[in-house]
């Protein structure tokens, strides 16, 4: 075995090891010398090589979104860690066990003037849920420091920052460990819940419910909690694309749903009990209607943390929904109520319009996006990029079957196809990546990867620019509007696909898409890029439209 000669990046390594973190994405350095040439010898360990450290960062991300375990990266001293932050914040909001290890000067070498040297201890402390900075020489409390970060990213699902200083020189090996470090197990707990009367009596006294779905990993509610809500009369359950999470009786198309509301609809729907759980809402709408048309109770099911979103939270119960819901139905009784059927009868009406409407429909980001949800089919690997493409998935039922990604935490534009690589290194399923222009081209550094499997497919969706800006209340047709919030612009991704040697293919209003969309899903030689071309103009009348069908 060959170890790095430093003692403290022996106890790095080893600590990782015991804690069962597996993959370790490495940016390439010197002041990190000592850290992959321990890791990248290392057996029990699978290295990459990203040169991008916000492209790494993300495709991290992706790794533990799919393994719900904590992934490591690794960069070197100075800015390269500041790259990070848009990762590390988006790993903080959501919830995912993110690793950031950074090298650093020795401490008498920080604002002396020394090359490639920031302030680097604590410069996540606003997004961070540990910042473990370590002493340059190894020791007992740099190895507890250690345990504590990464048993913090474990139980606390988030991400943490060990900052490790080096002296030179850094490339030194050994073929033994200098080291026995520390390892502190996790402490499990027992974790159980006593639910109180109050809720019980709350909730047989409420005949309007409303329980609202976010974020969800796949299969996370168990089927019986499922079916109880569904047969419950005075419940309605709203999802999202993004819930996983499946029903025939729940609300999957919110927007669809209650944007064509007026305010005495509002009023007669407003529930008496909200009951939230998941990540974060996507729809605007919903989140609108619940700060306006305010609940009596809102109790939100999390185990360690409860946004008051709508400004009416009065309960976070501290558990799983699964455990919440089974007590719950254990002992509440059902209550008579009209009030998902009143729901079902208005599905069945805006169904009904929404078919009417797609006859209709020109071609547009809105009946492409209609081709797509029909077309994917079978076990999939779906990964999201954020602004219009997740909005407009809201609006269409997908196959039970297809697992949907999205990064919610912060909702921003900048990682989504690194994260959706990371993921599709780690999933033995056909991974495909939905994507607007402005989110893929400002993120094309993921494709400077080596690790993107043949599986591999992205779906990008080009309208020249920044097209949800149109349907937002500021858009003017001038010059300031297309350049500074569209960025209107002329791009193609056919040459950025060639250099990374994905197969690409091209579609606009002219070509058979539906014929071709079956071809580009059914081939698996090599990674792939298929381009959509949809009118610039057009979209946002005909999403708008669509509305005032309903």
Request: a negative charge; proline letters at 4%.
């Amino acid at each position: 075995m060959i170890y790095p000669e430093i003692p403290l990046a022996q106890s790095v390594i080893e600590i990782c090891k015991a804690k069962g973190v597996e993959h370790i994405i490495i940016s390439p350095g010197s002041r990190n010398a000592p850290l992959t040439i321990g890791f990248a010898n290392h057996p029990s360990f699978k290295c990459y090589s990203i040169v991008d450290e916000r492209c790494a960062a993300f495709f991290a991300l992706g790794i533990a979104q799919q393994i719900n375990k904590p992934v490591a990266v690794v960069c070197t001293s100075g800015s390269a860690l500041l790259n990070y932050y848009p990762a590390v914040a988006e790993a903080f909001y959501s919830q995912i066990p993110l690793v950031i290890i950074s090298a650093d000067r020795p401490h008498d070498k920080i604002d002396i003037g020394d090359g490639q040297t920031i302030r680097q201890e604590n410069v996540f402390t606003n997004h961070i849920l540990y910042n473990a900075n370590l002493h340059e020489i190894a020791s007992i409390e740099n190895d507890l420091t250690i345990n504590e970060a990464l048993n913090t990213s474990i139980t606390n699902k988030g991400p943490v920052h060990i900052n490790v200083p080096f002296e030179e020189p850094l490339y030194s090996t050994v073929s033994e460990l200098s080291v026995t470090s520390k390892v502190v197990p996790i402490v499990e707990e027992n974790k159980t819940l006593e639910l109180n009367n109050d809720f019980v009596s709350k909730w047989n006294l409420a005949s309007k419910k409303l329980v609202l779905v976010g974020e969800l990993k796949p299969n996370s509610i168990e089927t019986f909690v499922a079916e109880q809500l569904a047969k419950d009369e005075s419940v309605v359950v709203m999802t999202e694309a993004t819930s996983n999470l499946h029903n025939k009786t729940f609300v999957s198309n919110i927007d669809a749903i209650i944007t064509p509301f007026t305010t005495e609809d509002f009023e007669h729907f407003k529930p008496e009990i909200l009951v939230t759980f998941g990540g974060m809402v996507v729809s605007k709408r919903i989140k609108a209607f619940l700060r306006k048309y305010q609940p009596i109770q809102h109790w939100h099911i999390d185990e360690l943390r409860a946004y008051d979103t709508y400004g009416c939270l009065t309960n976070h119960v501290k558990s799983n929904p699964n455990l919440f819901f089974n007590q719950l139905y254990l002992n509440c009784n059902l209550v008579s109520s009209t009030y998902a059927k009143e729901f079902a009868d208005i599905i069945t009406f805006r169904e009904q319009k929404h078919k009417e409407y797609l006859a209709t429909v020109p071609f547009s980001d809105f009946s492409v996006f209609e081709l797509i949800t029909k077309k994917l089919q079978g076990n999939i690997n779906l990964q999201i990029s954020n602004s219009s493409a997740i909005r407009y998935m809201q609006l269409f039922d997908l196959n039970e079957n297809i697992e949907v990604f999205c990064n919610r935490g912060t909702s921003g534009i900048d990682g989504s196809t690194s994260t959706a690589i990371g993921a599709a290194t780690t999933s033995e399923k056909l991974t495909v990546l939905i994507t607007g222009d402005i989110s893929f081209f400002y993120d094309s550094n993921a494709l400077w990867n080596k690790y993107i499997p043949n599986n591999f497919k992205i779906i990008l969706i080009n309208n020249s620019g920044g097209g949800i800006f149109r349907i937002l209340p500021g858009h003017q047709e001038n010059n300031v509007f297309n350049e500074f919030f569209e960025t209107s612009h002329n791009l193609k991704a056919n040459h950025l696909a060639e250099m990374y040697g994905f197969k690409y293919c091209y579609v606009n209003e002219n070509d058979d898409l539906e014929n071709l969309l079956d071809k580009f899903l059914n081939s698996n030689e090599c990674p792939s890029l298929l381009e959509i071309n949809t009118p610039e103009k057009l979209n946002n009348q005909v999403l708008l439209n669509y509305f005032k069908k309903l």
